[in-house]
């Protein structure tokens, strides 16, 4: 698990740590049912005091990110979270945002990027049928 | 109630005609790690010679484990760890000598430990003091500090001057300290993005005395920094509710306020002005906003 702190960044180091751990699951980076490091471990890689990490495995557990099995450690929970839904949604509105923004400065309208969407969607289906159909023949 | 580790109690302490420490209360207990910052003569080695019972507080009172440790040395010291930030060793012993030494004076020392330690730290016992580098004199002194497992290690500036590699063993060694035995740690530093990675609880120092202290979460809670942007140029600062520094030019200004972001954004538009941006305090940030200059940068003064 690659987790990287900057200290002087203005976010609290626990936040740092939650946040990148919620990324890692909601894009598989972690999968589910699999052990992150124990607070001692993760505390000691980082440098940090370990009550830091404390917080922020609590706060991820009660978001439902992360369970603790007693006397085992803790691992990523078992199931789609609603969590890890809303952790894409971000993800994936940031990304819109970042299109929109771009589109906006090339002068494109929003219906015309949606328009455009449909397009690639469409045109990636026929290559992957394509594909498929040439692997058939093939 | 349980009982609290470090109660200092008003404590003053002059050197001549210079206050190091003016009415300085403070309490430290739980596991947890304590933070104390300040730039170099603000009082905070003043403080710890108390707590260990080198000073003996003229007025005011300090109690540790609910002791005076002026008069119950054995009992105190044997609960604390501490290096000192001359890392002040006896020269003429060797490293192995120096354990055994150490353990003379802890019924707990842990000898197996110790060693453990020193070869983690790929230390050769057999080394006079004299002939170690600075940091290795570090190595040898926490591990003096760690091998009776203290219920309270009191690090005295404790990587000043060392090179990443030991001031990473010393870090660990504060880390495995809470984390494997549960004890509390209190440290000393002038450098801010250790106390933000290593302190549970932060207490900021200054021409001795207290200015800040409570723990990071709440000292953060109570400091933000703004971006605002005015309509107009302005030759002074503008007096916005609840802002501890201003800094900037003409439209322009950066503000460390007290966490309170309604009043302030509301504050702001009277001045007709616009929050640009806003974001949680550094500690250096606040520091500075506290203090009027950053800790290492006062070194020098």
Redesign the interface.
């Known amino acids: 698990m690659n987790i990287t ?1 900057n ?7 626990y936040r740092q740590i939650a946040n990148q751990i919620r990324y890692m699951v909601a894009s598989s980076l972690l999968e589910p049912g699999e052990e992150i490091p124990s ?2 471990g993760l ?2 890689r ?7 990490v404390v917080k922020a495995y609590h706060e991820l557990e009660s978001a439902g990110v992360l369970e603790k099995r007693p006397g085992a450690g803790t691992y990523v929970k078992a199931g789609p979270t609603p969590l890890a839904k809303q952790e894409r949604d971000r993800i994936i509105e940031q990304r819109i945002d970042g299109l929109l923004a771009e589109g906006h400065q090339l002068g494109f309208t929003a219906d015309e990027l949606l328009e455009a969407f449909r397009r690639r969607q469409e045109a990636i289906d026929r290559e992957s049928k394509e594909e498929k159909g040439d692997r058939e023949h093939g | 109630m349980t009982e609290s580790m470090v109660e200092v109690d008003r404590v003053s302490r002059r050197f001549g005609s210079t206050v190091a420490l003016d009415e300085v209360s403070y309490r430290a207990g739980e596991a947890k790690v304590y933070g104390l910052v300040g730039a170099n003569g603000a009082g905070k080695t003043t403080l710890i010679k108390h707590l260990l019972g080198l000073f003996r507080a003229k007025s005011g009172s300090v109690r540790m484990f609910g002791m005076d440790p002026v008069r119950h040395p054995v009992e105190v010291l044997q609960r604390i760890g501490y290096l000192s930030e001359e890392r002040d060793l006896p020269e003429w012993m060797r490293v192995d000598e120096l354990m055994r030494y150490t353990q003379a004076f802890h019924p707990d020392w842990d000898m197996a430990y110790a060693h453990q330690l020193l070869d983690t730290f790929e230390l050769d016992s057999g080394m006079k003091i004299l002939e170690l580098s600075r940091g290795m004199r570090a190595q040898v002194g926490i591990v003096a500090a760690v091998a009776h497992r203290p219920d309270l290690l009191i690090l005295d500036e404790p990587s000043t001057g060392l090179d990443p590699v030991v001031r990473k063993d010393i870090l660990d060694a504060m880390v495995r300290a809470v984390a494997d035995d549960g004890r509390t740690v209190l440290f000393s530093s002038h450098l801010l993005d250790e106390v933000e990675r290593m302190a549970d609880h932060v207490t900021m120092i200054h021409q001795g005395r207290v200015v800040l202290d409570g723990t990071l979460e709440s000292i953060r809670r109570a400091h933000a920094r703004a971006q605002i942007r005015f309509g107009e140029r302005l030759d002074q600062p503008p007096e916005i509710e609840g802002a501890l520094s201003v800094e900037g030019e003409g439209r322009s200004w950066s503000v460390i306020h007290n966490g309170a972001t309604e009043p302030f954004n509301a504050s702001v538009a009277r001045h007709r002005g616009e929050v640009v941006q806003s974001r949680a305090a550094t500690l250096e940030e606040i520091f500075v906003a506290r203090v009027g200059r950053a800790p290492s940068s006062a070194e020098a003064a």
Request: a positive charge; hydrophobic letters at 40%.
């Open positions: 702190i200290p002087s960044d203005g976010v609290p180091i607070v001692r505390a000691l980082l440098k940090v005091t370990p009550n830091t």
